[in-house]
């Protein structure tokens, strides 16, 4: 088992990633004095229900814990401002009151969705995220919870950090081969940020991570949770070193959005994003190598490199205007200038962004 630490002062939490933690999850509960006396709200989607949440039900059961469930429909359409009202509905049915906590017990949509109802019920409750993908080793860590809008993913959403996150790697191996494929996106963004031999360790590992070896698996999620942990630490609420964690994503969820949030996976359109973000390196003057490897990884893991032809520019292009990083008629990037190191450049023409994904549909595989 390897344990990390999110070091936020008082809000402080540990990241727990090992084999088998769900059997144990009722001791790691009470050791980070979530409640017995007041009930508990698991939340997990249609999937993930019918794989995790019996044993999950069961085991806190036996340790005491007062639990009622809630299966939402699985994919982005759950993260709604209706599924949220649904939710909060069904917390007041069930009693939850100021000690009880929310459980999100999946992937990335389920741990923001949950976390946004923890956020939000009461003005503010406990949470506990227990992720069972791949990509939410990046969503479960760092407090960023929300649900979309149409015209924009994440727009309605809080800071909201949980009690601690249990992540056990047994959940992992039901998880189908395109899910562990988009799920390693963000595990190669981690790299791309923050450390360039970890980008070198991932393509020469790729071939271990894409068959769920577990020694790999586990090194690469608890080296992707420390860089996204570090970068938390230093800036919780993204005023200046956390942006950089979004490499890819202003491309990537306005790709998401244009198509309804059910075509692309999140790591299907983040590793888009990357690519058009390494384009846009070249443009400052980063090396060319930066853009080759980039690419190289990306695909090394199974990923998509470029646009799908029938996306429509004007499209994805309005997508961008209604995000959280468009201000003032410019766009916020951030901009790889070496491999394991980016830069926020605050100022990007809108027309060079539009040439980047009309060139991404182009792209060579």
Same mark, same amino acid.
């Given at each position: 088992?390897?344990?990390?630490?999110?070091?936020?002062?008082?809000?402080?939490?540990?990241?727990?990633?090992?084999?088998?933690?769900?059997?144990?999850?009722?001791?790691?509960?009470?050791?980070?004095?979530?409640?017995?006396?007041?009930?508990?709200?698991?939340?997990?989607?249609?999937?993930?229900?019918?794989?995790?949440?019996?044993?999950?039900?069961?085991?806190?059961?036996?340790?005491?814990?007062?639990?009622?469930?809630?299966?939402?429909?699985?994919?982005?359409?759950?993260?709604?401002?209706?599924?949220?009202?649904?939710?909060?509905?069904?917390?007041?049915?069930?009693?939850?009151?100021?000690?009880?906590?929310?459980?999100?017990?999946?992937?990335?949509?389920?741990? #923001?969705?949950?976390?946004?109802?923890?956020?939000?019920?009461?003005?503010?409750?406990?949470?506990?995220?227990?992720?069972?993908?791949?990509?939410?080793? #990046?969503?479960?860590?760092?407090?960023?919870?929300?649900?979309?809008?149409?015209?924009?993913?994440?727009?309605?959403?809080?800071?909201?950090?949980?009690?601690?996150?249990?992540?056990?790697?047994?959940?992992?191996?039901?998880?189908?081969?395109?899910?562990?494929?988009?799920?390693?996106?963000?595990?190669?963004?981690?790299?791309?940020?923050?450390?360039?031999?970890?980008?070198?360790?991932?393509?020469?590992?790729?071939?271990?991570?894409?068959?769920? #070896?577990?020694?790999?698996?586990?090194?690469?999620?608890?080296?992707?949770?420390?860089?996204?942990?570090?970068?938390?630490?230093?800036?919780?609420?993204?005023? #200046?070193?956390?942006?950089?964690?979004?490499?890819?994503?202003?491309?990537?969820?306005?790709?998401?959005?244009?198509?309804?949030?059910?075509?692309?996976?999140?790591?299907?359109?983040?590793?888009?994003?990357?690519?058009?973000?390494?384009?846009?390196?070249?443009?400052?003057?980063?090396?060319?190598?930066?853009?080759?490897? +980039?690419?190289?990884?990306?695909?090394?893991?199974?990923?998509?490199?470029?646009?799908?032809?029938?996306?429509?520019?004007?499209?994805?292009?309005?997508?961008?205007?209604?995000?959280?990083?468009?201000?003032?008629?410019?766009?916020?990037?951030?901009?790889? +200038?070496?491999?394991?190191?980016?830069?926020?450049?605050?100022?990007?023409?809108?027309?060079?962004?539009?040439?980047?994904?009309?060139?991404?549909?182009?792209?060579?595989?």
């Amino acid at each position: 088992m390897r344990e990390l630490k999110v070091e936020l002062g008082e809000r402080s939490y540990p990241i727990y990633i090992g084999e088998g933690l769900m059997k144990e999850a009722s001791s790691y509960f009470a050791k980070h004095g979530i409640s017995k006396k007041s009930p508990l709200m698991i939340i997990t989607d249609s999937h993930v229900e019918k794989l995790h949440l019996q044993a999950l039900e069961s085991e806190l059961a036996a340790g005491g814990f007062k639990t009622v469930s809630v299966v939402v429909s699985a994919g982005e359409s759950a993260k709604s401002l209706s599924m949220l009202e649904s939710l909060v509905t069904k917390a007041l049915e069930a009693g939850l009151d100021r000690k009880s906590a929310i459980v999100a017990l999946g992937g990335g949509v389920v741990g #923001d969705l949950a976390g946004y109802v923890a956020a939000s019920y009461m003005r503010g409750i406990k949470f506990v995220q227990v992720p069972t993908t791949i990509l939410a080793h #990046d969503s479960s860590v760092g407090g960023k919870v929300a649900v979309n809008h149409p015209l924009a993913k994440n727009i309605i959403g809080a800071f909201h950090q949980p009690e601690l996150v249990l992540y056990d790697l047994h959940t992992l191996q039901t998880l189908p081969p395109r899910e562990v494929r988009a799920g390693l996106s963000e595990v190669v963004k981690h790299g791309l940020i923050w450390d360039k031999l970890f980008v070198e360790w991932c393509e020469e590992h790729a071939e271990k991570l894409l068959s769920l #070896d577990p020694d790999a698996l586990g090194y690469a999620l608890h080296k992707g949770c420390s860089v996204k942990a570090a970068v938390v630490s230093r800036d919780e609420r993204e005023n #200046d070193l956390r942006a950089i964690l979004n490499l890819g994503h202003t491309i990537g969820h306005a790709l998401e959005a244009v198509a309804g949030y059910n075509e692309l996976l999140h790591g299907e359109a983040i590793s888009i994003g990357m690519i058009g973000s390494a384009k846009l390196g070249l443009r400052y003057g980063a090396p060319e190598e930066v853009y080759a490897i +980039t690419k190289r990884v990306l695909k090394g893991c199974g990923l998509p490199v470029r646009l799908p032809a029938h996306f429509d520019v004007d499209a994805v292009m309005d997508a961008m205007m209604h995000d959280k990083k468009f201000m003032e008629g410019t766009m916020v990037f951030v901009v790889p +200038t070496a491999i394991g190191k980016v830069e926020i450049k605050p100022d990007v023409p809108v027309h060079w962004i539009r040439e980047i994904v009309e060139q991404l549909k182009q792209e060579g595989d």
